[in-house]
């Protein structure tokens, strides 16, 4: 095997994150603002009212400018599996390359056909064609989420596939499997409503500054009253689903949620923490608090975890050490096996080059007894396997207090709307425009949990991210990192700058505009 | 039905999608062609503004292409996608960078507050449609000249060459090969827009965008004939039974001669196109795009399936002959391939709503009063 040059993987892991954050500052977006403008172009089909179609196409300009960032930042997350991560691209490409291919043949093709009539179209195809070209640009948008979550949710839990020693790479074995992941449901489900959420923030954040500065007072109401229906409905959802998500990490991920909870010492009866400090200084198996403080509830994370609360939850020591009496299987025992996995890997490839055929058969028996260790054969040590504790603590914690702040304020925002006294409730809409700003820390941190929580995995548990880079130059990633870098950041400030400024014209700006 | 299918056949369908993907982008890279056009073509905002909204309603289908064409690659020939993307690190590097660029600019170009000003986008546009094909046709020379790589036992990519893929752009055949499909967009791109545009009351705009077919076709004839003479001189790489891989006298001649199909494709395609290019600039003919795209593609398929059938390594190497890739060595699974193909049955559907859309929103052409009066860019 090549030589690992862990520079290399972290400006990989680097530039893989920038690009990624910078997707996913525009992609929530749009899976949202897709359905609510279908949503409020349904209204105008309906009732036939002008203003719900200039309401309508306001929301579409803003929907169309985001949109184009969100492609264009997109485009190098796939092809970058290849230029940086190709080991993993050929060790898992059998199976993480179909999932991408269905949904160009799917979803993109719905977005960018339809896009097009959604923008275009409204003089050029019949009223109701158009409706269906705009709900279908929302439908492509999700199904396009389905099939990227399916592979992310496969790397987070690796199933429907083997090991093939005489290709080294994993290979399909179950398409359905793949698709029907628990994990990749779990973050399907929780990812697109999240993003119904963040939409619904986006419009109740705008309306909330037009009736704050006085301006299209009734856009902004009937804004209002959709979203935040919308984002009520979207964030029980995510509640509910990222209950889910949370119980498949307990079960699949066992690392990932005893890092996310600061918890080091297994528990019977565990507690969740609500919120708390992290001791930086702890590492596994020393004598310090986890925390500086902490405020817990009892028994909570049992129950959330394993949907019992008297059961137990292993800590981060249990899992690199192991604990007998909780038959809980150590890091440090797998690496053994994973070890012994690799050399016999290597066996096996060195006899089948020699066509020695009885020792490639001997060295495959030998690989098969301990091939689901493989990957933790590349491990250094075992506290390798340890996410960084802080870092997945604050960002689930921070993800999870947000995602409670986010009803009450649709709660808040819906009943004064109903009551027909919103425009008056001036310490209500200032919360109203901060909340977009909230929203898009609590899309981040999520997937922050999501990606650092995983590590050192790039396939949890059979191969370490250190493994899977393109044997690269560190210089070759750094330099394409600060392009991408100022790129996106320069094309960030200039999305912002035009938002802003569509925002400030307003819908009736747009329809001046447009009849000039 | 699928199911029954034996791992080689499958291996043959998965090119021939993937070449039928790669060769319709070659077509969509009209809108390329036409980024390239505008400073040249429009004198004055109204053309300017008619060039850009005719463009801008397709650009996503040419990029959405090119995502299909490399998210099939990486589903039925992960191998290629890991030692060509991983290898030729800067030319894919910078051909995704200039399509970057491009999917802000129509959209960002003329809304107030674009930070920007609208000529750089529309120099981004113009990077876009010159830079980015050059190198995807530098990119898919290699399939003929070869590149600098091997591969260890595990199959992990060492690229030979410090300029890791750029070093394509400077083989003759391969600048050729940009160069042709840079005029070949830009012939496209022309006809396209003779196609969509209402030019009532656009003084000259036609006519211009006329004389660029022909122009553009006799820049591209040149780097055209040189491809094909070398393609039929030069020695090729050839797989025998065994996997071994050797250098071949007139490997891509024989492959043409083998394969009368792939022959008549190229020769058909060539032909459709030069009718195309005559139609539109003797006989005044708007539909010249529809000939010159068949032509394009049936060409982009020619040379596909060149590079990959008729025991020949589509991507070569020319540091490691027994490192090149063919469609045996480089495909996913049997299991992989055969679901796959199942999933391409919905191809059709797709392509059949995408004309359908097209013809819908293209039933009348483009005005600038439509322009002026509704959402454009």
């Not at chain 2, 890739?325 to 391409?344: D, F, G």
């Amino acid at each position: 095997m090549i030589d690992v040059d862990l520079s290399l993987v972290n400006w990989s892991r680097a530039q893989f994150a920038l690009t990624a954050m910078y997707h996913w500052i525009f992609v929530p977006l749009t899976l949202g603002l897709s359905v609510l403008c279908a949503m409020f172009e349904s209204i105008y089909v309906r009732t036939g009212e002008e203003k719900w179609k200039v309401l309508t196409r306001f929301w579409m300009t803003l929907f169309g400018i985001n949109f184009a960032i969100g492609v264009a930042t997109g485009i190098i997350l796939e092809f970058e599996f290849g230029t940086n991560w190709s080991n993993y691209s050929w060790m898992v490409g059998d199976i993480f390359g179909a999932p991408l291919a269905v949904e160009g043949i799917f979803a993109f093709f719905l977005e960018a056909t339809f896009f097009a009539v959604m923008f275009f179209g409204w003089e050029r195809v019949s009223k109701k064609f158009h409706l269906f070209s705009t709900w279908m640009v929302a439908f492509g948008s999700n199904l396009s989420a389905l099939w990227i979550l399916v592979a992310n949710a496969w790397m987070q839990y690796p199933t429907g596939m083997a090991f093939n020693p005489e290709t080294a790479r994993f290979e399909m074995e179950n398409f359905w499997a793949v698709l029907f992941s628990p994990v990749a449901m779990s973050k399907f489900t929780h990812a697109t409503s999240s993003g119904f959420v963040l939409a619904s923030l986006f419009v109740v954040a705008i309306s909330s500054w037009y009736l704050l500065k006085n301006r299209h007072i009734e856009l902004a109401k009937k804004s209002i009253m959709v979203a935040s229906v919308f984002g009520l409905l979207a964030s029980a959802y995510v509640g509910f689903t990222g209950d889910e998500a949370a119980f498949e990490d307990a079960q699949k991920q066992p690392m990932k949620l005893a890092a996310f909870e600061g918890l080091y010492k297994g528990q019977q009866s565990a507690d969740l923490v609500v919120l708390g400090m992290i001791n930086t200084e702890k590492e596994p198996d020393d004598d310090q608090s986890p925390f500086h403080y902490a405020i817990k509830i009892p028994g909570l994370l049992s129950l959330l975890a394993n949907r019992d609360p008297d059961s137990f939850v292993p800590g981060i020591d249990d899992l690199v050490y192991g604990n007998s009496t909780q038959k809980v299987m150590g890091v440090a025992e797998k690496m053994k096996l994973g070890q012994q996995a690799v050399a016999n890997l290597a066996s096996f490839k060195q006899a089948r080059q020699e066509k020695d055929d009885a020792a490639a058969s001997a060295a495959l028996t030998q690989f098969s007894t301990n091939k689901e260790f493989l990957g933790y054969g590349y491990l250094s040590k075992p506290e390798e396997a340890v996410p960084s504790v802080s870092i997945a603590f604050y960002s689930f914690h921070i993800m999870v207090i947000l995602g409670t702040f986010f009803p009450a304020l649709f709660l808040a925002f819906l009943y004064f709307t109903i009551k027909g006294t919103i425009a008056k409730q001036r310490w209500l809409l200032p919360f109203g425009l901060l909340s977009f700003f909230l929203g898009h820390v609590a899309q981040q941190t999520g997937w922050i949990l999501a990606e650092v929580g995983r590590q050192p995995w790039a396939i949890q548990g059979l191969l370490p991210v250190k493994m899977a880079t393109t044997n690269l130059g560190a210089g070759n990633v750094q330099a394409t990192f600060f392009m991408f870098l100022a790129v996106f950041t320069l094309l960030l400030l200039a999305e912002i700058k035009i938002m802003v400024k569509q925002i400030a014209i307003g819908p009736e700006g747009l329809q001046n505009d447009l009849k000039s | 039905m699928i199911s029954n299918l034996d791992y080689g056949t499958l291996q043959h369908i998965w090119w021939i999608l993937c070449s039928v993907v790669g060769s319709l982008f070659l077509f969509l890279t009209f809108v390329q062609g036409g980024n390239t056009l505008l400073w040249q073509m429009a004198k004055n905002d109204a053309e300017n503004a008619l060039i850009i909204n005719s463009l801008g309603r397709k650009w996503e289908l040419t990029f959405t292409t090119l995502v299909l064409f490399g998210g099939a690659l990486f589903a039925a020939f992960p191998k290629f996608y890991a030692t060509s993307f991983g290898g030729a690190y800067w030319v894919w590097m910078l051909i995704l960078f200039t399509f970057i660029l491009q999917a802000v600019s129509f959209e960002f170009r003329k809304k107030p507050g674009n930070l920007l000003g609208a000529k750089t986008y529309e120099f981004f546009l113009l990077i876009n449609g010159t830079v980015g094909v050059l190198l995807i046709g530098a990119a898919v020379g290699t399939f003929f000249t070869g590149s600098n790589f091997s591969l260890n036992a595990y199959n992990q990519v060492t690229w030979t060459h410090p300029l890791r893929g750029l070093e394509a752009a400077f083989s003759l055949f391969n600048l050729s090969m940009g160069l042709f499909l840079v005029f070949n967009a830009r012939v496209l791109g022309a006809m396209y827009l003779l196609n969509n545009i209402d030019f009532t009351a656009m003084n000259g705009f036609e006519a211009r965008l006329r004389k660029a077919v022909w122009i553009n076709f006799l820049c591209a004839l040149p780097f055209l004939l040189y491809l094909l003479v070398s393609l039929l001189m030069m020695q090729g790489f050839s797989v025998d039974a065994t996997g071994v891989v050797s250098m071949v006298a007139n490997k891509y001649l024989q492959n043409l001669l083998a394969m009368p199909m792939v022959l008549c494709l190229l020769l058909v395609g060539l032909i459709l196109v030069v009718l195309a290019v005559f139609g539109t600039v003797f006989k005044a003919g708007t539909k010249g795009i529809w000939l010159a795209g068949l032509g394009t593609v049936f060409v982009g398929l020619a040379l596909f399936f060149t590079a990959g059938f008729n025991h020949t390594p589509f991507y070569p190497s020319k540091a490691d002959l027994q490192s090149s890739l063919t469609i045996i060595n480089a495909s996913s699974s049997r299991y992989t391939l055969m679901a796959m193909t199942y999933v391409a049955l919905g191809i059709p559907f797709v392509l059949a709503y995408v004309a359908y859309v097209w013809s819908q929103m293209d039933s009348r052409k483009l005005t600038a009063h439509e322009i002026a009066t509704e959402e454009g860019y």
